[in-house]
């Protein structure tokens, strides 16, 4: 009896692990977590912006999904290749990529929020994107590409307390990656 008590809680146990380990690999593969850890990236103020606007958007019903928001150097590339290939952008459902080091999702100054557009060869505002735009709007951000790239809203760099795009950008990057710098200079200075 006790035997068969150990063996069913063993299994149990077994279960139970095995429940949490795929629910970390999952959350970390999700682009959702993903995209999460990414609006945490972005710059205060836009941040706290795109916070007032999705409360908005939720009491009038809306639940937007942020499909990209801080994006590093390296994520900027890897986007930036894709869009320049068709295949890759239909893929993907990217509109198009600014150059490495020109982007405001550089700076954590944009955000990419989908379902605002329908169509293919004629691209429209959906209704619930019409209110998205408007709520946005509201809250200081541009949409600033229309439907040339209509999941784009952002900050202008000047209402978020920086001189230019480019300052905003190198402030964006330092902010994300203080660790690894420290790291890199520690081993040059050894
Ligand atoms: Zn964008």
Known sequence: MLHLKTKTLLVLSAIGI??????????????????????????NDARAR?????????????????????????????????ARSRRCRARRGIYGAKR???????????VDIGGVSAGHRRRRLTPRGRQVVRIMRRHGFKWRYGLKDPAHFELSPRLAGYRTEKAAIRAGQRRWAPKSRARRRASRRA
């Open 18 to 43: 095995s429940l949490v380990v795929a629910i970390l690999i999952s959350s970390h593969l999700c682009p959702e977590a993903l995209g999460r850890s990414r609006v945490k990236a972005l710059d």
């Open 50 to 82: 795109l916070d007032a606007a999705v409360r908005d958007m939720r009491k009038r019903g809306i639940q937007p999904r942020i499909n990209s928001a801080f994006r590093s150097r390296a994520e900027q590339r890897a986007i930036y290749r894709c």
């Open 100 to 110: 490495p080091g020109t982007s405001m999702h550089e700076a954590g100054l944009a």
